[in-house]
């Protein structure tokens, strides 16, 4: 059976609890797209961890953790990751990397901190790692696959040499910035290789055997539906396709075979990066809220950046798990909230006078005011709480609104950081 745990709004959802807790159940985890741009946060018996290119199944022995061809590999990212996590006494894990993934190169990460600067207060507010220059590349076809890593020396120094005339004359001409050389990223490419040597496999192939043993799957995306390139806040997206469908394309996988889509969303609202945010707050009343949210506060995982905050988008969520096709919903973070005499909803938005519950496109996204209901609060703290009937009625009231207003079951309930802290629901 393949899972699939992916994001209903900007990312930053807590995706990394939930696989870490599926991955119990799971023979094998896949990161499926993206790259070492965003981190998933994991609490459990080890520790701590922030997580960027590891499955975050990694900490189970009997696992296998898969980064598929859609993801965006940045090969020292991935083994200073795998090395971190040894250091800190966890088993090493069973690691296999798609030889038809492709690499972050050195330049990617350069090429994206001088657009940025270049773009100034118009930038993106990209992370700098290297993803959109990375998955130009792919789709101009003149990135370089794992796979390439293992070409005779003279058929690859030709290609670099094709890439490099090109890029020179932007970093020239554009930036202003000194040209690549072609024996400096050979050397980078042989240093990948002796890195990524014992791991590379045939993924596809390796799936294919495990779907017909019966194994359990689970696929793991990165960010959320609103930074989708194709059915996000579009130009403030991601790179490469942050929907479950996408899984399937980037694990190498039938599409039939996904029979779960566990789509999470956080019982408030919050976003890293530019573009549109509906619902978001401002001042003392954001700072509480980022200073008591998430696992120590509402920061990036990767970038360390304070997370814009908001209250909980019913317009976005039901347009998030949607477009996820989602089976089941996993409503994450709800302790925080407990501080609160009242909670507002977002439950549609105000475009010039007209009120609508269906998620727009950007150019009336950014003119889209919030329409609020408010809930009482259940003023307590709910954490150690294991049982649905058992939380306060004023806590169910709200888990029952906003499952009414989304449309779709919430059937998991994460109400502490750690993968126990977990209320299973039936619907």
Known sequence: MVRAVVGANWGDEGKGKITDMLGQESDII??????????????????????????????????????????ALNIPVLCKEIQGIVDRDVPKPKILISDRAQMVMSYHILFDKLEEERLGGKSFGSTKSGIAPFYSDKYAKIGFQVSELFRDEASLRDKI?????????????????????????????????????????DVSAYLWEALKEGKNILLEGQLGTMKDPDHGIYPMVTSSSTLAAYGAIGAGIPPYEIKQIIAVCKAYSSAVGAGAFVSEIFGEEADELRRRGGDGGEFGATTGRPRRMGWFDCVASKYGCRLQGATDVAFTVLDVLGYLDEIPVCVGYDIDGQITTEFPTTHL???????????????????GIRR?????ENCRRYIEFIEKQIGFPITM????????????RTV
């Open 365 to 383: 996204l950014e003119k889209a005011k919030p329409v609020y209901e408010t809930l009482p609060g259940w003023k307590c703290d709910i954490r």
């Open 413 to 424: 309930i994460s109400n502490g950081p750690s993968r126990d802290d977990i209320i299973r």
């Open 388 to 392: 649905y009937e058992e939380l306060p």
């Open 161 to 201: 040499d094709g890439v490099l005339a090109q890029k020179n004359v932007i970093l020239e001409h554009l930036y202003h910035a000194p040209a690549l050389k072609t024996d400096d990223i050979y050397k980078e490419l042989m240093e990948y290789k002796e890195l990524v040597e014992p791991y590379v496999c």
């Open 30 to 71: 896949v990161r499926f797209q993206g790259g070492a741009n965003a981190g998933h946060t994991i609490v459990n018996d080890y520790g701590k961890f922030a997580l960027h290119t590891l499955p975050s199944g990694v900490f189970y022995g009997h696992t296998t953790s898969i980064i598929g061809n859609g993801v």
